[in-house]
Structure formats: structure tokens, C-alpha cells
């Protein structure tokens, strides 16, 4: 285990009670400090560290790192260095900003590298080559199955034996913080003769995570299930907006299109494998047997509590979901040496998503699909308004993180809102 993460250390710079970002998480992210230049940063508390301050000052010195490592738009080459040095870096930030560190120097130098929270605009951490999207939880699954085909038969024969996914599109991938226009398509309720067109009426989130690839295989070279966690950096808050009214119309029989392409959000700030490893917990029991490509013996889930609130247009919050990672059914190790196992080439930077993470209670679904089953069951909101999906000026905001021995690994906020 990585000495980082010892619950018994605290930072000397000042760090809130109950914050996501104690000195244990250190994450990893981009932030951009004018209209063409770009700094990696990591955060503690309140405050973003900046690493291009402390590598170009010597704070660094010993790890090996190549100039100008962090004076990028992207951290994908950062990450491809390989876990042994980007964990270093994760380490020697642990030893900087420690109380007892022995860099007693860098406290006359706060007003340098470290920036308040609310004066910084984070951007894309990483240049998304390709992004892919699994439906790995059984709930969920087995919710969409019983609405829309069979309750019998919710689960499709398939499901149980592989993790389903399909190849999504990277390009509208946005940070927290970007607005999402409501996609216009085509939809035909089952009623109707034809179909029409117009903005969709059935705007909906997917509270998802994601995990950012952090080692490259070769095209035609599958990753094993027992490396696959060596080749995921990270995770982040993932949501994969949806639009359910033009999904029904058009995914037979090729799967999710328009619904999906017009916009996911990303959480800024990327959690390592490594600060997430106290909250290791086994999954469910897979039954059936899976095939020998997807059995391990290890615990390959993680126990990471996750939040979905809808901030209304009068200021007023509501929370609609309460979840945990936990649920899946098939791991992000499956997701991985599935996505490899007939020789695909994943990339550094790559971004996996879950599938949206439902819970077995009617409160812990991912979904406005499943919390108002299809419309039927609408939600009342403080204002007095109701909803069945999404409306435009609502603010969807995830939230997640893990907690134990008194220290709490958060992943911050993954918000949008939603405009016309
Ligand atoms: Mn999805």
C-alpha cells in the first residue's frame, strides 16, 4: 500500500473537515491559465497545487521526469510515464505538503503554487482518444429490461456472460461546468404512425463513473484480467446524458446513437487506482461461472458511495439518487480484458465508462428512467414542480466518494445543466 495513503497524516496547509481532497486522495488534473496555456495541478483541501511550480523549482528532483511534463494541455503523457513514476509524484506530493515534511521552505512559497479553488477553471484533463460505454450493472439492466421489453425475461441471455458495451463518442465529451443543450431527433411513441422531429421530451442522466486507461496493449495483444487494473491510471464522475424519446426510436438494432452522442460530462479531477485502494471490496457473486478470460480471484470492486442532486432553477436541491459503485456486477478489470480479449488496441487516455450504477432500491436508481419508471412515477421536487425527466434550466450534479478510517477519497462534482 502506498505510504500516501496512512490515514494518520495530515497536511499543514489548512484542509475542512469532511473535504474529498485530504492529503491521502492527491488527484490528478488540468487547469487552464489563459486562453491557450494549460498546467497540471493536483488539489488538498481548498486549495490547487501546481505541479509546474514544483518541478520547475526542484520539488521534484530524483523522480526522473522529463521537462516540461506537466506545461501540457493533456495529462496523457504524464500517465504514459507508467504507474511507477506517476505514483511517485503522487508520493513526493505527500512528502511536500505533510505536516513534519522535512521541505520546510515550500510554506514561504503557498502564495506560488497553491490557488484557491474558486480562482481556478479546470479543463479537460486528458485528450479523449476513444471512450467506451458498458451497462455492467445488474439492477439497472434488469430495470431498462422490465419497462421496455420483458419482466420475465429482463435480463437479455448475453448479460450474464459478458459486460455489454458499446463504442460511444469521445469528441462531445465536456468538463463539469459546460452547459448541455437539449438534442432535438426523432421519435415515434408507440402510438404513432410515424415518427417526428423536435427537441426530446425525455432528457434524462446516467450516473455513471468512468476509468482513464493508463497503459497502452498492442493491436491483436489482449490485456489479461489479472493486468488489467495495472492499465487504469484513474476514475472520475461520468454522465451519460440520454435521450430517452429518440434511444426507444432508434437502437434496434445497432444500439444507442443520437440519445448519446450529443454530450457526457467528466468530472475534473482524476482519483488513482492507488488512493482508492483502502476501499477494495468484493463484488457480487457471478452466477453463472464466467469464462475463464473473466475469472479472478481478487476483489476487483470498489466501495465508493455516490450521490445524484438536482439543482432546480429557484436554487432549491433535491436529492434523487443515492447509489454505490460497489453494485456492479462486472468489474472494471472485466470491462478491460473483455474490451481486449479479441486483440482491440486501447489507448493512454481512453476513457471507460460504467453503465449507469443503480442500487436494488427504488432510491438508489441512476436513472430519471428508472426513478420515475418510464414517466409513470413522477418526483416531487421543494418547489412544488414535479418531474418525470429532466427540464430545461435543471442542474444535474453527481457527487462520490469512499470513506474509511476516518479518511474520505472524493471525487468533487460532475454538474451540468441542461438549457434549451
Ligand atoms: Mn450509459
Not at 360 to 370: A, F, H, N, R, V
Amino acid at each position: 500500500m502506498s505510504r500516501a495513503n496512512d490515514p494518520q497524516i495530515k497536511s499543514w496547509i489548512p484542509t475542512p473537515e469532511n473535504t474529498d481532497f485530504p492529503i491521502q486522495n492527491i488527484p490528478f488534473g488540468v487547469m487552464q491559465v489563459d486562453e491557450d496555456m494549460f498546467a497540471a495541478v493536483s488539489r488538498v483541501g481548498k486549495y490547487v497545487i501546481d505541479l509546474t511550480y514544483l518541478q520547475d523549482n526542484g520539488y521534484f528532483v530524483g523522480l526522473n521526469l522529463p521537462s516540461g511534463i506537466f506545461h501540457k494541455s493533456y495529462l496523457n503523457d504524464f500517465i504514459a510515464l507508467g504507474k511507477a513514476q506517476t505514483q511517485a509524484v503522487r508520493e513526493r506530493i505527500s512528502d511536500l505538503l505533510r505536516e513534519g515534511s522535512s521541505y520546510t521552505d515550500l510554506k514561504e512559497k503557498t502564495a506560488y503554487f497553491m490557488l484557491p479553488v474558486e480562482e481556478v477553471k479546470m479543463s479537460m484533463p486528458v485528450r479523449i482518444g476513444d471512450y467506451t460505454d458498458f451497462y455492467s450493472s445488474r439492477e439497472h439492466a434488469t430495470n431498462v429490461g422490465t419497462m421496455f421489453r420483458d419482466p420475465a425475461n429482463a435480463l437479455l441471455p448475453n448479460w450474464l456472460h459478458l459486460p455489454v458495451g458499446y463504442h460511444g463518442r469521445a469528441s462531445s465529451i465536456v468538463i463539469s461546468g459546460t452547459d448541455i443543450r437539449r438534442p432535438s431527433g426523432q421519435t415515434k411513441p408507440p402510438t404513432a404512425e410515424k415518427p417526428t422531429f423536435g427537441p426530446t421530451k425525455q432528457m434524462d442522466f446516467e450516473l455513471e463513473m468512468g476509468f482513464i486507461v493508463g497503459k497502452s496493449n498492442a493491436l491483436g495483444t489482449p490485456v489479461s484480467i489479472d493486468e488489467a487494473e495495472s492499465h487504469i491510471f484513474g476514475m472520475m464522475l461520468f454522465n451519460d446524458w440520454s435521450a430517452r424519446d429518440i434511444q426507444a426510436w432508434e437502437y434496434v438494432p445497432l444500439g444507442p446513437f443520437l440519445a448519446k452522442n450529443f454530450a457526457s460530462t467528466l468530472s475534473p479531477w482524476i482519483v488513482t487506482m492507488e488512493a482508492l485502494e483502502p476501499f477494495r471490496v468484493a463484488g457480487p457473486q457471478q452466477d453463472p461461472e464466467v469464462l475463464p478470460y473473466l475469472q479472478t480471484e481478487r476483489a476487483h470492486n470498489f466501495d465508493i458511495q455516490l450521490q445524484v442532486d438536482i439543482l432546480l432553477p429557484n436554487g432549491q436541491t433535491s436529492t434523487v439518487c443515492k447509489s454505490n459503485f460497489k453494485y456492479m456486477y462486472w468489474s472494471m478489470a472485466q470491462q478491460l480484458a473483455h474490451h481486449t480479449i479479441g486483440g482491440c488496441n486501447m489507448k493512454v487516455g481512453d476513457v471507460c465508462a460504467s453503465g449507469t450504477i443503480s442500487g436494488p432500491t427504488p432510491d438508489s436508481y441512476g436513472s430519471m428512467l428508472e426513478l420515475s419508471w418510464k414517466g409513470t412515477k413522477p418526483l416531487s421536487m421543494p418547489d412544488g414542480t414535479q418531474r418525470t425527466f429532466i427540464e430545461d434550466g435543471d442542474t444535474v450534479i453527481l457527487r462520490g466518494y469512499a470513506e474509511r478510517d476516518g479518511v474520505r477519497i472524493g471525487f468533487g462534482e460532475c454538474l451540468g445543466k441542461v438549457v434549451g
